[in-house]
């Protein structure tokens, strides 16, 4: 069995996803909403020349897709086109990093504090994970009986 971690102890490579899933730039919506199907996780890196240059959720995702599609008596050719949008134009471009050396509760208050569900995890400035809210629940629902 693992590490056994407490609330107050631990650091971000402990709970973090790696290997990180990640799409290029130019993916359509819609491959990326069936890889989000595919994958079940609801986080994508955007890379381009292997620089992280954004993020996207799948709330993004669902944000984008117009409500009528799959509906025939309400779907309109301007809703079929929202599938065919490259992903760089709903991701998050304003990325929220941290060190893998970071202590949970500190990327926790970040996540927080910047109000967002996800942060990059870098190892030298290398991309080494991804800490979401899931990984963070995760942890708290493994630790908090000993806690």
């Not at 992280?52 to 779907?75: E, Q, T, Y």
């Not at 304003?94 to 190892?123: F, G, H, R, W």
Request: proline share 1%.
């Amino acid at each position: 069995m693992g590490q056994v971690l407490s609330l107050t102890t631990g650091i971000v490579s402990d709970i973090m996803s790696s290997p990180v899933k990640c799409v290029h730039m130019d993916t359509s919506v819609l491959t990326a909403k069936r890889m989000f199907d595919k994958e079940r996780i609801h986080h994508f890196v955007i890379k381009e020349n292997d620089q992280v240059v954004g993020v996207v959720s799948d709330r993004d995702i669902l944000h984008a897709i117009s409500p009528f599609l799959g509906n025939k008596m309400m779907a309109r050719a301007q809703d079929e086109q929202t599938l065919r949008l490259r992903i760089h134009k709903i991701m998050s471009r304003e990325l929220v990093t941290i060190e893998v050396d970071t202590s949970i509760v500190q990327a926790c208050e970040k996540m927080l504090k910047e109000n967002v569900s996800c942060i990059i995890v870098y190892d030298n400035e290398q991309l080494a994970g991804i800490l979401t809210m899931r990984d963070v629940v995760a942890w708290v629902a493994k630790t908090g009986a000993s806690a």
